[in-house]
Structures are given as C-alpha cells and as structure tokens.
C-alpha cells in the first residue's frame, strides 16, 4: 500500500518549535519533489513548502519564510518540516503530499498531488 505517513502534531505556545516528519511506505520518495501544505479553521488550502527530489531546491509560502524550513533524507525516505517562532495564525492540519511543483502558484493553490498523508493537527496557542 502506497501512503504516506506526517507524525503527530501537537500544542505549541506562540514562538515555540515543532518539527514535523513524512515517512513514505510502499514507495520511495527519491523521485518526487515532496510538499507541506496546511488548512486553518474556516481557510483555504494553504502551500506551506516544497522540495525538490534532489533536495537542492525549496519555495515557502510567504507567510512562513523565514521560520520554517523543510529537508529531506532520501536515504531515510523522510522529509521533514522545522517549524520556528509559530504563531497562532500556524494553526491547521498539515499534510504531507508527493509531488509538489516548484514556484508559486503551487504554493497559493497546492494541487496535482498523487499521495496524500492524513494530515496532522498542528495547535498554536497559550
């Protein structure tokens, strides 16, 4: 079964740090140019970050630029999103999906996406 798989989200204060992970099973995610997008209460799909196969190359959402970064380990078939200084306006399941396309209009309005993880629920507050 091809999936893939965001690790538990959480509670965070405002300006705290949460990393979050996307683990591919049943394929390898080498070939895919990997992204985060999230949905807030009451938004829009939102492109949060995308990365290249190779790594080499990332985008971000203007409103997390800056504060989140996001990596891969091939080896480990793993990608990761770093997120920094979170704030409230942060709040929204985040999903994991395979590909993503490079530039900006994928990150204003995510789609083209063949594998979905089910999403973590990500809560910034105090």
């Known amino acids: 079964q091809l999936q893939l798989v965001e690790s538990e989200g959480g509670l965070v204060q405002p300006g705290g740090s949460l990393r979050l992970s996307c683990a591919a099973s049943?394929?390898?995610?080498?070939?895919?140019?990997i992204g985060w997008f999230r949905q807030g209460p009451g938004k829009e799909r939102e492109g949060v970050s995308c990365?290249?196969?190779?790594?080499?190359?990332?985008n971000y959402g203007d409103s997390v630029k800056g504060r989140f970064t996001i990596s891969r380990d091939n080896a480990k078939n793993t990608v990761y999103l770093q997120m920094n200084s979170l704030k409230p306006e942060d709040t929204g399941v985040y999903y994991c999906?395979?590909?993503?396309?490079?530039?900006?209009?994928?990150?204003?309005?995510?789609?083209?996406?063949?594998?979905w993880g089910k999403g973590t629920l990500v809560t910034v507050s105090s």
């Open positions: 990365i290249s196969a190779s790594g080499g190359s990332t």
């Open positions: 049943g394929f390898t995610l080498d070939s895919y140019a």
């Open positions: 999906v395979a590909p993503c396309t490079l530039g900006i209009r994928w990150l204003v309005r995510p789609w083209g996406m063949d594998y």
